[in-house]
Nanobody, 129 residues
Framework: QLQLVESGGGLVQPGGSMRLSCEASGFSGFTSEYYAIAWFRQAPGKEREGVSCISVSGTTDYINSVMGRFTISRDDAKNTVYLLMNSLTPDDTGVYYC????????????????????WGNGTPVTVSS
């Protein structure tokens, strides 16, 4: 069964940068099994929201509030997906989760924030001075 482990969270000052990693294990690898990956976040007292996703083929999507500041990428050889976050603000504070949705083709260019098959346990990000 696919397992996802997030890392890279912590405390950062406003305007700073942080890179989150989501490492997948428990399967034969992204070059053999196909998953679209999404990053979600949950701020204190708020519902979880999708932030960014990347398809098997590398197509990406971002919500408006992070467009131009966040970059999602994947390294299939390392079974890892990254979220580079720049120009962070206190509104970016929350627990960040990665999630996987199984796809059936290495050419799939679809990713979304619904239909999640697997979740990680999350990594906290605090943006504060």
């Amino acid at each position: 069964q696919l397992q996802l482990v997030e890392s890279g969270g912590g405390l950062v000052q406003p305007g700073g940068s942080m890179r989150l990693s989501c490492e997948a294990s428990g399967f034969s690898g992204f070059t053999s099994e196909y998953y679209a990956i999404a990053w979600f976040r949950q701020a204190p007292g708020k519902e979880r929201e999708g932030v960014s996703c990347i398809s098997v083929s590398g197509t990406t999507d971002y919500i408006n509030s992070v467009m131009g500041r966040f970059t999602i990428s994947r390294d299939d050889a390392k079974n890892t997906v990254y979220l580079l976050m720049n120009s962070l603000t206190p509104d970016d504070t929350g627990v960040y989760y990665c999630a996987a949705e199984e796809r059936w083709s290495q050419n799939s260019d679809y990713c979304s924030y619904v239909g999640v098959d697997y979740w990680g346990n999350g990594t906290p990000v605090t943006v504060s001075s």
